[in-house]
């Protein structure tokens, strides 16, 4: 098996932080040889950027999710995220974006902070991770709009959107990830999307500690696990298993170019 590019976990998180060293190990056993974990608060970047550090595969990015602009008071900080994006093992901008799940009463700060970080993804050239929940046509207006100012790097991660949202990225250039959720019984609508995202579009990441996929669904997600993402998405496509994962693998290391 060629390797995997885990490319959205949260190494912060509890779950995972407390065995760090045991879930780096069941990567690595696992062909998972590169990892980013995804700032989700400025206010936890040091602990990321120390995981970072301390492991030479491991990558980090500079963000505030949709969910935590409430809680982070740098959410809009854009000299704060072009500073942090300097240094040399931060390779993307996010996650940030929209979720209207959890977060109707915080639209206007969201919708500020996203605007932030695509103005310092877009002068970085640095990669947007981009969450969307419940937010297809906001997301889809912010992004157009956006775009026409000065284009922009992105990823839409762990797809969940509609398949308007999906066209949308694939015009502006961006690559969609798929996480677990792809191999879920109830995700017909998202296997449909992943059947026609073009091999040099296509990422997969694990959103560890979350959405552990078949047949591990409902257990504590670690990076190892890409490799059942992968494998769903392969027959999915009908295509041979190890030609699609060093698609994927050049795919994840084109988008993310600071790891080269």
Not at 165 to 189: E, P, Q, R, W
């Amino acid at each position: 098996m060629s390797f995997l590019i885990d490319t959205h976990a949260h190494l912060d998180f509890p779950e995972l932080y407390d065995r760090l060293d045991e879930v780096l190990e069941n990567s690595y056993k696992n062909n998972v040889n590169k990892i980013i974990t995804i700032s989700t608060n400025l206010n936890k970047i040091e602990k990321i950027k120390n995981i970072s550090f301390k492991n030479k595969d491991v990558f980090f990015t500079v963000g505030t999710h949709p969910n935590e602009v409430l809680k982070d008071n740098n959410n809009s900080n854009y000299n704060l995220f072009t500073e942090l994006s300097h240094n040399n093992k931060c390779v993307g901008i996010g996650e940030c974006g929209l979720d209207y799940h959890y977060g109707k009463d915080s639209k206007v700060n969201q919708k500020n902070s996203f605007i932030t970080q695509i103005n310092v993804a877009r002068d970085r050239n640095l990669p947007l991770i981009i969450h969307s929940r419940d937010a297809d046509e906001d997301m889809i207006n912010i992004l157009e709009s956006e775009y026409k100012k000065g284009s922009f790097k992105a990823i839409l991660h762990c797809f969940s959107s509609g398949k308007e949202l999906a066209l949308c990225g694939l015009d502006l250039g961006f690559y969609i990830s798929f996480s677990g959720i792809v191999t879920f019984k109830s995700a017909k609508s998202i296997q449909e999307i992943a059947t026609i995202v073009p091999f040099d579009k296509i990422l997969v990441e694990t959103d560890a500690p979350y959405l552990a996929p078949t047949p591990l669904r409902g257990s504590v997600n670690e990076p190892k696990n890409c490799y059942y993402t992968a494998k769903f998405l392969s027959e999915l496509r009908e295509c041979d298993f190890e030609e699609f994962t060093n698609q994927l693998y050049a795919n994840s290391m084109k988008i993310f170019d600071k790891m080269n």
